[in-house]
């Protein structure tokens, strides 16, 4: 490309305009197609979800859930139900060890 361009004939300009316009087009097309690889994740496509990499995903798509009033877990003032310790009903006795074993090996 000549750094003068009024140098040039107006054929040369429109030949050199035309270039140019296929060449942004070209530009256009593959910043599409990059962008479009930017956008997919294992959630809207084929790859694993290892290839997602470290990033985390964004606030509103961890959960469709409302908010709570309340915090997870034991609310204040809510008395706690525990069972109780009992001894264990079933005791059962050792068995004897078979002591006359006889291998089939």
Same mark, same amino acid.
């Given at each position: 490309m000549p750094e003068d361009v009024s140098q040039l004939t107006e054929a040369q300009k429109d030949v050199l305009i035309l270039t140019l316009l296929d060449t942004v087009e070209q530009l %256009? !097309? &593959?910043i599409r197609e =990059? %962008? !479009?690889q930017l956008g997919k994740d294992s959630h809207n496509s084929s790859k694993p979800s290892s290839s997602d990499g470290l990033k985390k995903p964004a !606030?509103? %798509?961890k959960s469709l859930r409302p908010k709570r009033k309340r915090k997870v877990g034991g609310q204040v003032g809510h008395k706690g139900h525990t =069972? #109780?310790?009992r001894?264990? &009903?079933n005791t059962?006795? #050792?068995l004897p060890q078979e002591t006359n074993r006889v291998c089939c090996c």
């Amino acid at each position: 490309m000549p750094e003068d361009v009024s140098q040039l004939t107006e054929a040369q300009k429109d030949v050199l305009i035309l270039t140019l316009l296929d060449t942004v087009e070209q530009l %256009e !097309a &593959r910043i599409r197609e =990059l %962008e !479009a690889q930017l956008g997919k994740d294992s959630h809207n496509s084929s790859k694993p979800s290892s290839s997602d990499g470290l990033k985390k995903p964004a !606030a509103n %798509e961890k959960s469709l859930r409302p908010k709570r009033k309340r915090k997870v877990g034991g609310q204040v003032g809510h008395k706690g139900h525990t =069972l #109780k310790w009992r001894s264990p &009903r079933n005791t059962y006795d #050792k068995l004897p060890q078979e002591t006359n074993r006889v291998c089939c090996c």
